[in-house]
């Protein structure tokens, strides 16, 4: 059975750092492609960052030089490192993962974590 268990989530001051973690059972990460999605109150589901099987990355270009996707092979986790975090960063944090990437990329991973959730203050 596949879980992704997100960490890390919480209550931060606008400019501050925060750092999300996902671990994963069930799947070896280096394998797979891993992403984090997050939704904003009221809005839709949207990617954040990318990461092939290869370690290739993509972020949205609201989070661009600020946020940093890593994946730990040991701790066989995903992991969001955002910092200079602003009040529009606030949702609820998704990570996943696919054999494919575009699938990832569409909001079509096979793998989904339940969320967790970050705000922002200002």
């Keep these: 059975q596949v879980q992704l268990v997100e960490s890390g989530g919480g209550l931060v001051q606008a400019g501050g750092p925060l750092r999300l973690s996902c671990a994963a059972s069930g799947i070896i990460v280096r394998r797979y492609a891993l992403g984090w999605f ?3 109150p009221g809005k839709q589901r949207e990617l954040v960052a990318g990461m092939t099987s290869g370690g ?3 972020y949205a270009d609201s989070v661009k030089g600020r946020f940093t996707i ?10 969001l490192q955002m910092d200079s975090l602003k009040p529009e960063d606030t949702a609820v944090y998704y990570c996943n993962a696919d054999l494919a990437f575009p699938l990832l990329v569409a909001g079509r991973s096979r793998y989904w974590g339940q969320g967790t959730q970050v705000t922002v203050s200002s």
């Design 70 to 79: 890593s994946r730990d092979n040991a701790r066989n986790t995903v992991d």
């Design 56 to 58: 290739g990355t993509m």
């Design 38 to 40: 997050r939704q904003p």
